[in-house]
T-cell receptor, first 114, second 113 residues
Framework: AQSVAQPEDQVNVAEGNPLTVKCTYSVSGNPYLFWYVQYPNRGLQFLLKYITGDNLVKGSYGFEAEFNKSQTSFHLKKPSALVSDSALYFCAVRDGGNNNDMRFGAGTRLTVKP | DGGITQSPKYLFRKEGQNVTLSCEQNLNHDAMYWYRQDPGQGLRLIYYSQIVNDFQKGDIAEGYSVSREKKESFPLTVTSAQKNPTAFYLC????????????FGNGTRLTVT
């Protein structure tokens, strides 16, 4: 079965600095990878997804993610963080063999300080 | 605006009572899902439905029940058999396809005392 690890519970960055939120995955088949963001007491919002063949994926609000097959990673990045980026971020993976089984990481809380 | 509506936003119940959480979508999506979110644990799948009148158990279905009588609606009942029901419940839907993302409602926070 597939699984996702987000090794950092918390990431703190200063406004204007680049940010990285880490994600590693494990699947038996082709990975279908996603990033979501959650603001307090709200549902998750889709940020971006991995598209086969594109190692750098661009998404909403200036976020991008780098897919690395050899390291089985899909790290979320942004060149210049904003205070409004502060939220809970989830990485998720779906195994190509089971269309309905999406696994989520435990989440990483990003805090951007002014 | 198309989207997923969950109601109510906050729900309080006494232990031993069943409670039903509403989820309605107007996105014309076939597949719908219920997740439970607890602090530090990510999201765990309770039930999902790919088509009307059909649904499947997820990882933590014990103590929960669902129905899918209409494409737009996928209510979740938290029964008295659920041992630790206090949590944030999220409903989601998506179009068919392995690469399709989930669309989420804004959740219902259930507190059972």
């Amino acid at each position: 079965a597939q699984s996702v690890a987000q090794p950092e519970d918390q990431v703190n960055v200063a406004e204007g600095n680049p940010l990285t939120v880490k994600c590693t995955y494990s699947v038996s088949g082709n990975p279908y990878l996603f990033w979501y963001v959650q603001y307090p007491n709200r549902g998750l919002q889709f940020l971006l997804k991995y598209i086969t063949g594109d190692n750098l994926v661009k998404g909403s609000y200036g976020f991008e993610a780098e897919f690395n097959k050899s390291q089985t990673s899909f790290h979320l990045k942004k060149p210049s963080a904003l205070v409004s980026d502060s939220a809970l971020y989830f990485c998720a993976v779906r195994d190509g063999g089971n269309n309905n089984d999406m696994r989520f990481g435990a989440g990483t809380r990003l805090t951007v300080k002014p | 605006d198309g989207g997923i509506t969950q109601s109510p936003k906050y729900l309080f119940r006494k232990e031993g009572q069943n409670v039903t959480l509403s989820c309605e979508q107007n996105l014309n999506h076939d597949a719908m899902y219920w997740y439970r979110q607890d602090p530090g644990q990510g999201l765990r799948l309770i039930y999902y439905s790919q088509i009307v009148n059909d649904f499947q158990k997820g990882d933590i279905a014990e103590g929960y029940s669902v129905s899918r009588e209409k494409k737009e609606s996928f209510p979740l009942t938290v029964t008295s058999a659920q041992k630790n029901p206090t949590a944030f419940y999220l409903c989601a839907s998506r179009v068919d396809g392995r690469n399709s993302p989930l669309h989420f409602g804004n959740g219902t926070r259930l507190t059972v005392t």
